[in-house]
């Protein structure tokens, strides 16, 4: 199978959407003087041209575009060519009103947007099969032809006809029979009970709260639709270009696509990345998408798309300021990213998206945002041949999964206060600060190669993941399990005692009494620190060499965490501080190491094959010191024992050449 190195080529791919159909042809030409000079070397071509290549049904205009790809290629640009698939042209709705999405009320998604496809309307998969056809047929042997780009960010729902029939079919798939449904979905309770399949509806709206494990499947079954969008289309140009890799850009941490399995149907796995420049944990946000990334990928990935300078779609919308954009597309390649791309190459004057920021702005090449684009790029073409295909290896293991959070995060639970993504931020966060680099798993996957694995909330867990963490701990591993872990099956069916018996025993647990969620500032006071969001009744076996019990209140003496051999379980989510604290303790038992010690507060220290990246956060100058003497590839300076970094600067050492 080919994968990204077929399109990078020892190089960090570096460049961005490319729109040039907004935009006379003579600045084709200035754009590619630009990108040269900026040391651009890939561009993603026709994420949104459906309507400018088949602009009526079956005719096809690729004049435009034949002249795009020779002008890449007589540049030495590669292009990643996108099927034009998320945003169908006018004619298709108005021609074909089945091929547009429904809100859960029945509203229908027009065209004028983007993203107005229904993933279950056989005329629009038709339709986005045969441009795909066209495109592949066309394109497929040209020189400048690096990648395929399947449609854009998948995310949409559909709760139409069309989607229920083909819901039905994917429920007599998973159950078989309408027995086995009706007991998945507990339809005993109020009166649900299907005795055909032609009563049963996608997750529309209801009076009053949903089914769950309706709503569970729905979103299962959305998820499979979209792939099989994907796939079909994946389909099509690997029959044309089978030794090209195939990707679609995820959004980070979407609740929409269960990216472990996506992720095994593509060639290369991209995401799109926007951190808020103003969110004082940005970079941990990054650290976050990009380590589930690189996970997914099991290697080099690409960021497809993050934004020179300011998004469109905040509150208030602010630049990143100087040296941000720089050290966040590092921090990417830091942590195993073999392309450096934005949305998009030239800003807008027109359009949805004309105050987001481009690579070359509305100020130009002159603007600060280019001159920054431009440094960059001069970083990257010197880093790539040092770094490109490199790996990152990690002790630790976050698990997450998709099923859990669709199943864990609905309404009618004991608290909604929080939601998954926040407790999932919180355990990334602390590892992250505790300087811990971290990989992610499903909880399924093979964790023997981690030394110690965390579960910051798995609240559904299936028989097999269960066999999994058990395993996983007999065999010597060191298991961390926040609260809500294990609370139900792959149904959404409440485990007996409210969590698995297994896991119960695991950790020391005779009795889980009563669940006791706090509410927004509520805190709980424990021994040495505060829990924060929930807490718990539990009444120990007696079997757990460690417990820090809750002090005062209807919990008092109880145990918030214990620890019985190498397995932890919290019942509430500590404060950032001490969650670090605990997980730096429980690292060290386990021999997982921090990166690099005694870092200053802001600097974030990464091993990518054998460099070592430090990038510093912060806006103070700081000295981070590092034994030996190395060589900083980003200057060429030889440094001994230490290295001195501005505000947001960056180094990426290794040994000097003997
Ligand atoms: C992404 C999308 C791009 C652009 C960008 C703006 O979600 O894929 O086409 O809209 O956001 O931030």
């Known amino acids: 199978m080919p994968n990204l190195s077929d399109a990078t080529r020892h190089r960090i791919l570096y460049g961005g959407d490319y729109n040039p159909e907004q935009w006379p042809e003579e600045t084709w030409y200035e754009d590619v003087r630009l990108m040269r ?6 561009v993603t071509l026709g994420v949104f041209s459906w309507a400018k290549l088949e602009p009526r049904p079956g005719e096809y205009d690729f004049a435009w575009l034949d002249r795009l790809m020779d002008l890449m290629h007589e540049n030495g640009i590669g292009v990643v060519l ?3 698939t998320a945003s169908p042209p006018p004619w298709l709705g108005h021609l074909h009103p089945d091929t ?13 947007g983007r993203q107005h496809f229904s993933h279950s309307s056989a005329t629009y998969r038709r339709h986005a099969a045969a441009v795909t056809e066209a495109l592949a047929a066309r394109y497929g042997g040209h020189p400048a032809l690096t990648m395929w780009h399947i449609n854009n960010e998948y995310c949409t729902f559909d709760h139409g006809d069309e989607a229920a ?11 078989g ?5 009706n007991t998945a979905w507990g339809t005993a309770f109020w009166s649900q009970g299907y005795g055909d399949w032609d009563e049963i509806l996608p997750a529309r709206r209801a009076h009053y709260l949903k089914n769950p494990t309706q709503v569970l499947d729905f979103r299962r079954f959305t998820s499979d639709m979209l ?6 289309e994946r389909d099509i140009v690997r029959r044309h270009t089978p030794h090209l890799p195939v990707t679609t850009n995820f959004m980070p941490l979407w609740h929409g696509q269960d990216a472990w399995r996506w992720a095994e149907e593509e060639d290369v796995v991209s995401v799109d990345l926007y951190p808020d420049p103003r969110d004082p944990h940005g970079a941990q946000e990054g650290a976050l998408v990009q380590d589930m990334t690189r996970s997914q990928a099991r290697g080099p990935w690409m960021l497809m798309e993050q934004a020179a300078g300011a998004v469109n779609w905040r509150g208030a919308n602010h630049p990143k300021p100087r040296g941000l954009n720089r050290l966040w597309s590092l921090q990417a390649v830091a942590r195993g990213a073999d392309a450096v791309c934005y949305f998009q190459w030239r800003q807008s004057r027109q359009g949805a998206e004309k105050f987001h920021s481009g690579m070359v702005g509305h100020a130009g090449e002159e603007g600060r945002t280019h001159q920054e684009v431009k440094q960059l790029g001069a970083d990257l073409a010197r880093l790539g041949p040092h770094v490109a295909g490199s790996r990152v290896t990690a002790d630790i293991a976050v ?7 669709w199943a864990g995060d609905q309404d009618g639970r004991p608290s909604t206060r929080f939601a998954y993504p926040d407790v999932l931020r919180a355990w990334h966060r602390a590892l992250w600060e505790a300087r811990l680099t971290t990989d992610f798993a499903h909880p399924e996957h093979d964790l023997a190669p981690y030394r110690a694995v965390v579960v910051p909330q798995l609240y559904a867990l299936t028989d097999a993941a269960t066999d999994n963490l058990l395993a996983y701990v007999r065999g010597g591993g060191t298991l961390v399990c926040g609260f809500l872990t294990g609370t139900a099956d792959q149904d959404d069916r409440i485990r007996p005692g409210g969590m698995d018996a297994r896991l119960r025993e695991l950790f020391g647990i005779r009795t889980l009494h009563e669940w006791w969620p706090l509410d927004t500032g509520e805190t709980a006071v424990c021994d040495g620190f505060h829990g924060t969001l929930w807490s718990e009744e539990i009444e120990p076996d007696g079997t757990a060499d460690e417990t820090l019990p809750y002090q005062g209140g209807e919990l008092d003496g109880l145990p918030a965490v214990l620890r019985k051999g190498r397995a932890w379980y919290l019942s509430t989510l500590p404060e950032p501080d001490a969650l670090r604290d605990l997980l730096t303790r429980v690292a060290a038992d386990a021999g997982a190491r921090p990166v690099l010690g005694g870092l200053p507060a802001d600097v974030e220290a990464v091993r990518r094959g054998d460099l070592l990246f430090l990038l510093n956060h912060g806006r103070d100058q700081v000295t981070v010191e590092v034994p030996g003497t190395h060589r900083d590839l980003l200057t060429d300076a030889t440094v001994t024992d230490g290295v001195t970094l501005g505000r947001y600067g960056v180094a990426v050492l290794t040994e000097p050449p003997a």
């Open 399 to 405: 698990l997450h999964d998709w099923h859990s959070w």
């Open 165 to 175: 029939v083909r819901f039905r079919r994917w429920l007599q798939d998973r159950y």
């Open 177 to 181: 029979t309408l027995d086995a449904l």
């Open 37 to 42: 000079a900026a040391g651009v070397n890939s």
């Open 100 to 112: 547009l999405p429904r809100d859960e009320d029945g509203r229908t998604e027009w065209w004028g």
């Open 227 to 232: 792939l099989e969008c994907f796939t079909a």
């Open 82 to 84: 996108a099927t034009p």
